[in-house]
């Protein structure tokens, strides 16, 4: 496995865009890093703010990593309230928003969950 920076950990996909951005072989910015979680703006918002929080280690999506590694997932969970009062949003609320196969058109194939705020919101359907 190809692994150009400190911030690799293991379990990561070589083909996978999020794991990338985890080892820093893809270039993003970054708002947030622990050794376990990575968050960084999304390249196309749909909000004001728009972050993406996700593992370092690479995980399929929500059930898996609630079948794999429930204490990693909350923490995730755990990272974005922290994120969000880091961004400022925590006064004014956000949304959080996960992506689970294909009928929620998950894109990419790596456990992320959207962090939206900045503005007021609309409606759930079809947000991200
Ligand atoms: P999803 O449809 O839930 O899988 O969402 C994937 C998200 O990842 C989309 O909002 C994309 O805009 C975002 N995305 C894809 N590639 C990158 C990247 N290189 N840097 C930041 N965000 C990305
Ligand atoms: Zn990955």
């Known amino acids: 496995m190809k692994q150009e920076n ?7 996909k070589e083909d996978c865009i999020f794991c990338t951005i985890a080892n ?3 270039d993003a910015e970054v708002v947030y890093e622990t050794d376990e979680t990575i ?3 999304d390249i196309s918002p749909k909000a004001s703010v728009h972050v993406v929080g996700i593992t370092k280690m ?3 999506s929500l ?3 609630v079948e794999q590694n429930i204490e990693l997932a909350a923490q ?3 990272d974005i309230t922290v994120v969000a009062d880091k961004l400022g949003l925590t006064e004014g609320g ?11 058109g998950q894109e990419v194939q790596h456990l992320h969950w959207h962090i939206l705020g900045g503005e007021r919101l609309g409606p759930l359907r079809c947000v991200i």
């Open 58 to 60: 690479h995980v399929r």
């Open 24 to 26: 820093g072989s893809t």
């Open 39 to 41: 968050f960084f703006h």
């Open 63 to 65: 059930t898996e990593a």
């Open 94 to 104: 956000y949304r959080v928003v996960t992506n689970v196969g294909s009928n929620a």
């Open 6 to 12: 400190a911030r690799a950990s293991d379990g990561q």
């Open 76 to 78: 995730l969970l755990k």
